[in-house]
């Protein structure tokens, strides 16, 4: 909210300078988004009265003034305006003068004549039409007010400081100059001034407007009559503060109440009384019932909406919006000026539903007391015979909905606590005056009862609930640099520490480090259907979480695989050139147990991996593949082409262990490859979580180096050229008998020394008996029980 | 005969000192010291001398063949060296060229960031925890105390899925989720993916990445805090930082304190860093709300703690000095290169 300083200065005195205030409202709790100045470029300029006008000697379009700027001083000062009269009110520029631009006046002589200033136009002065409609006229701005001398920025007011200040959302409180002036009085210790609210009333014979409350979201209703009403403009003064405050000036009885709701917080609205049929009815809002706001716009009420009506129609929405039949024309004479207190929740939902905020709605959201209304109520009764804007009729109306009796009217609450809890929890020492003293500045009543004390909390401070709300004022008040700090000093011993999946996940992103890899973190949320795009048929990816009002469709659903982000991230990189992309990211997809979602999704963590650019990438991700696999303890693991819709059949692998698919790596297919726009591309994904079952399972137990020598046979087959090279691996391990130590494929020739549609494949095997030295019969034996089951197998030759 | 086996070492001498082959060394070395050998042949042709000129003759060809050896190994190890020498300088390889295989590579610098944090805590003691990123309203908002009309429960701030299940919108959940299963003392760090309705620009991202610690246990108060969050500034941000508290308002503590740091690029006297103010927001902080303890079975009456929450992202740019939190989900390589 914008808080113009002086207004702020009526009821508080603030005898610091504003760089120092601004460092003072953070520390209690209010931080400063601006410090806004007004015409800061514009100095030298005063008001001047044009006592003489002549005709320049030298030249026809030039005239030459005297200019009375005060103090007993003459100017003369030459012009090419026109629209200028003896007697007029101008601005003028006095020689030293800053203007909008970074214009500077000197003393300048002109076709012979020496002119001493320069009368201005609004534009020169950077003011238009908002703050003076004279000031965009085309010309010099003739000025309806100031006193001869007085400088331009205080006539308008120009020489204040506004502080944007952002308030907590718990202190609805703070919402208004008065609440704010309160807390500035309790950091500085000055006093606050009380609010003017005696207003004058007329005894009339105008009857009290009836109201009568039929829906129990509006806890208060108050108003009061005013007639001999003479719509005019406000005086500067408010309509500035208006304007500093970021509002915009409409005539004096709608000036009133927007000047009321900034000053203290409280919304009202001025209703052409003239208009209204047969009294007020707070009621609901009918079904789709429609009504024209001051905004000309037309609106369908939602359910549960509340309205202001008369007998015959709704005319406002209430708390949030007047309507456009009984607002106040030029034409208004008598006004019904409504005072009232809506619940917030019910103000809230119905200016969310219809997309429509306004300064009273967001003043109702926060929250306000139930005296509030008739605060504002007879502050704006003031004003109006202040401004001398209409004659008050006495009448006031009260209205309460008929099931809150006067017994169940708010009361204040009462805190009972004592030094010793508020110091407990700051954990430092403080005088019983110093928490008085500092209490009763913001409007708390304290009264001692042996050690306890009872703290009285006034209602504009609902945000107060117990001791701890308090302990919190006073330190804000009393300064935060009171608290020393202690180290671990009431802290127990504990054993702190990662889970050990979280320690397994950690191990698994430095094995992909030293892989070559660089940690993605891609979206959660996808484009709705990306599972789709990449062929998937699987029921649980395909229904994916759908969020309710998503940011774009780009974030429109969470993710139920990584693969497609991860394309993406390679897409991204590919367009940008990087022709080497080597990635994993290790996070969660979101499974739903039912659409729409009902419960708790299952969230799993995936580690996925792509890779592009570079040669022998299949090897390269088999590799990694095969370290993940050692790591968790799977040594026996088999692959088979994958059946993942978007890999690549013939380029791919699903590896499973004990049938449990643990991952699949492989090239991505030529139609995801297009659809992602993304070449030459390979990925792998593991169930992170399935992984850290086989890891826990792991158990590593020493076996003793070997003592004796082993034999090394090589051997090279020809099969036909289809056969697989784990097959043939698996079926020498299968035949070889225990001594087999281990078995390598060394070589693989195609080409003339083979027959066509076969191949060679060279193994290097190792024979070891951990109880004696091998012979080569061990060796030769079960090289031809190998060779046979080749030869059954693959129908192998020995080369 | 003494001459005669004289000349042979002179000549002998002369033929070792121009040898610069070790194969023509040892050939040379055979020719005359082998068993055939000529001074070798003196020694045989003993026999035809006379018995008084015998030992003395022997003892000019022993003489001659000690003095031989002696000149043979010499060259011999001057040439072997020799032979080393241009063996070293043939092998020699440009060490320049440039490796072709495979380097490791990097975590994200998020990731750095938070392991380092969670290093520190887990150092004084805290354990770590990472739960569900989507939640019911129950643990994102009424089990931390807000409102059912606070602003963060609106659309406009807080992603739903459902009209009672959001995308976390803080990793405070976490901590309501630790203190209904684990009796105090608590020292926990709750960390992980949160998600706000922002739409993405420089400082703003729908989804980011929060840490929170929370500390149970009886008597803790606004100086614990204050304490552990100093050790903590000087720990990520360098010795010598301090920290400052100002009041700030969370309905899940009371009181609540916004944490600034005083800056590390500057020292407190201002820079474009810290936008000339000497201190830098780093986290949201306060003491836990008694109604939260209560509504997770911790009697309040008993037991105090504080809580601390932190933007890791935010952290992680202060750190490295990134401009643009959107470069951080882009997975450039050229970003992620730079943080090895």
């Given amino acids: ?799 | 005969m003494q001459e005669i086996i004289s000349q042979l070492v002179n000549e002998t001498e002369k033929a070792i000192s121009v040898t610069n082959e070790l194969r023509v060394l040892n050939d040379l070395k055979v020719e005359v010291l082998g068993k055939s050998g000529k001074l070798t042949a003196y020694l045989r042709g003993l026999k035809d001398v006379s018995a008084e000129e015998r030992p003395k003759i022997g003892q000019y060809v022993n003489d001659a063949r000690v003095k031989l050896e002696g000149a043979f190994d010499k060259a011999e190890t001057i040439l072997k060296q020799a032979d080393l020498n241009r063996k070293l300088a043939e092998e020699k390889i440009d060490i320049t060229l440039p490796y072709s295989g495979k380097s490791r590579g990097a975590l994200h610098p998020l990731t750095q960031v938070r392991e380092r944090i969670i290093g520190y805590f887990v150092s004084l003691g805290f354990g770590v925890v990472d739960t569900p990123e989507i939640e019911t309203d129950y643990y994102n908002f009424s089990a931390l105390n807000i409102p059912p009309d606070h602003p963060a429960r609106d659309a406009q701030d807080t992603l739903f899925v459902a009209d009672n299940i959001v995308l976390r919108s803080h990793t405070s959940t976490g901590q309501i989720r630790v203190m209904e299963k684990q009796k105090p003392p608590i020292k926990v760090i709750s960390h992980g993916r949160v998600y706000r309705a922002d739409e993405p620009d420089a400082t703003h991202s729908p989804m980011f990445h929060q840490l929170e610690g929370l500390v149970i246990d009886k008597g803790v108060t606004m100086c614990d805090l204050k304490g552990i969050l100093d050790g903590f500034a000087s720990f990520i941000f360098g010795a010598g930082t301090t920290t400052r508290l100002r009041p700030s308002y969370f309905p899940f503590t009371e009181p609540s304190v916004e944490v600034d740091a005083s800056c590390a690029g500057c020292k407190g006297a201002g820079c474009r860093i810290c936008k000339g103010t000497g201190w830098i927001e780093i986290l949201g902080a306060g003491i836990v709300n008694r109604r939260v303890l209560e509504g997770c079975g911790i009697n309040p009456d008993i037991y105090s703690g504080f809580a601390f929450g932190m933007g890791l992202d935010r952290i992680t740019t202060i750190l490295y000095g990134i401009n643009d939190l959107r470069v951080m989900f882009d997975n450039d390589m050229r970003f992620l290169k730079q943080f090895v």
């Fill in chain 1, 1 to 799: 909210m914008k808080f113009p300083l002086k207004w702020l200065q009526e009821y508080v005195k603030i005898d610091m300078p504003v760089s120092e205030l601004v460092k003072l409202l953070p520390s209690i709790g209010f931080e400063v988004e601006e410090i806004i100045t007004e015409c800061e470029d514009i100095s030298g300029v005063v008001v001047g009265k044009i006592t003489a006008l002549n005709k320049h000697p030298n030249a026809d379009k030039l005239q030459v003034c005297d200019i009375d700027i005060g103090g007993g001083k003459n100017n003369v000062i030459v012009t090419g305006a026109r629209n200028i009269a003896v007697g007029n009110l101008v601005p003028v520029a006095l020689p030293g003068a800053k203007l909008v631009g970074d214009m500077s006046i000197a003393v300048a002589d002109l076709r012979g004549v020496t002119s001493y200033g320069m009368l201005c136009s609004g534009q020169e002065l950077g003011i238009g039409a908002e703050v003076c409609p004279n000031a965009a006229v085309d010309g010099i701005w003739i000025l309806n007010e100031g006193k001869v001398g007085e400088d331009i920025k205080k006539v308008f007011g120009f020489d204040d400081v506004t502080l944007d200040i952002s308030i907590p959302s718990n202190r609805g409180d703070c919402y208004s100059i008065y609440g704010m002036a309160r807390e500035i009085a309790a950091a500085t210790g000055k006093k606050l001034k009380p609010l003017d609210l005696d207003f004058v009333a007329t005894q009339s014979s105008l009857e009290a407007v009836p109201v009568s409350i039929e829906y129990n979201e509006c806890t208060r209703y108050m108003g009061a009559t005013a007639d001999n009403i003479r719509i005019k403009e406000s005086p500067s003064v408010i309509r500035h503060r208006l304007r500093q405050s970021g509002m915009r000036p409409i005539n004096n009885i709608v000036d009133i109440t927007n000047y009321v709701l900034l000053e203290v917080g409280q919304p009202l609205h001025a209703f052409d009384s003239k208009l209204l049929n047969g009294g007020i009815v707070v009621r609901q809002a009918f079904d789709k019932e429609k009504l024209r706001a001051l905004d000309e716009v037309e609106y369908t009420l939602p359910k549960g909406s509340m309205v202001i009506a008369d007998k015959s129609k709704g005319l406002a929405i209430a708390g949030v919006m007047g309507g456009e039949y009984s607002g106040i024309t030029s034409n208004t004479s008598q006004i019904f000026i409504e005072s009232a207190r809506f619940n917030k929740g019910n103000i809230r939902a119905t200016s969310r539903a219809l997309g429509l905020r306004s300064a009273s709605s967001a003043r109702f959201e926060k929250g306000l007391d139930f005296l509030s209304p008739e605060i504002g109520l007879k502050r704006a009764l003031v004003l109006v015979s202040k401004l001398k804007a209409g004659r008050v009729i006495g009448n006031i109306v009260d209205v309460k909905p008929s099931i809150l009796s006067i017994t169940i009217l708010p009361q204040n609450k009462i805190i009972k606590t004592s030094v010793k809890d508020i110091a407990g929890i700051l954990g430092i020492d403080i005088k019983k005056t110093v928490v008085v003293k500092t209490l009763n500045s913001l409007g708390i009543t304290t009264k001692s009862e042996g050690s306890k004390l009872l703290c009285t909390i006034p209602l504009y401070r609902e945000d107060i609930d117990n001791f701890t709300d308090l302990a919190e004022e006073i330190i804000r008040l009393i300064g935060y640099d009171k608290i020393t700090p202690t180290f671990m000093q009431s802290l127990s011993v504990t054993q702190g520490g990662k889970t050990e999946y979280a320690i397994f996940c950690d191990r698994l992103k430095d094995m992909m480090c030293a892989g070559g890899l660089y940690e993605a973190f891609n979206y959660s949320f996808v484009k709705a259907g990306r599972a789709l795009a990449l062929g998937i048929t699987d029921k649980t990816l395909l229904s994916e979480i759908k969020i309710n009002s998503p940011l774009s469709e780009d974030y429109a659903v969470m993710r139920t695989q990584t693969i497609s982000g991860m394309l993406e991230s390679v897409s991204l990189n590919q367009k940008r050139g990087n022709a080497t992309v080597r990635l994993f990211e290790l996070g969660r997809v979101y499974l739903p147990k039912t659409v729409p979602v009902k419960e708790l999704p299952v969230e799993r963590d995936k580690l996925t991996i792509a890779i592009s650019g570079g040669a022998n990438i299949f090897e390269e991700i088999k590799g990694i593949t095969n370290d993940i696999m050692r790591f968790c303890g799977v040594d026996d693991y088999k692959l088979n082409y994958s059946k993942q819709p978007f890999l690549h059949g013939g380029i791919s692998a699903d590896i499973t262990a004990d049938d449990t698919c643990l991952g699949y790596f492989g090239k991505v297919h030529p139609m995801t490859s297009e659809i992602f726009e993304v070449s030459d591309c390979f990925v792998a994904c593991f169930d992170t979580n399935t992984l850290f079952e086989e890891y826990q399972a792991k158990s590593v137990r020493f076996a003793p180096l070997p003592k004796y020598p082993g034999i090394s046979r090589d051997i090279a087959i020809i099969v036909g050229e289809n056969v697989l090279a784990g097959d043939v691996v698996e079926a020498i391990k299968q035949s070889a008998g225990e001594l087999l130590e281990r078995v390598k494929l060394f070589d693989v020739y195609k080409g003339s020394q083979v027959e066509t549609g076969n191949k060679s494949m060279a193994y290097s095997l190792f024979f070891r008996d951990s109880t004696r030295t091998l012979i080569d019969n061990d060796a030769d034996s079960a090289i031809t029980k190998i060779l046979k089951k080749l030869s059954d197998d693959f129908g192998a030759k020995l080369r």
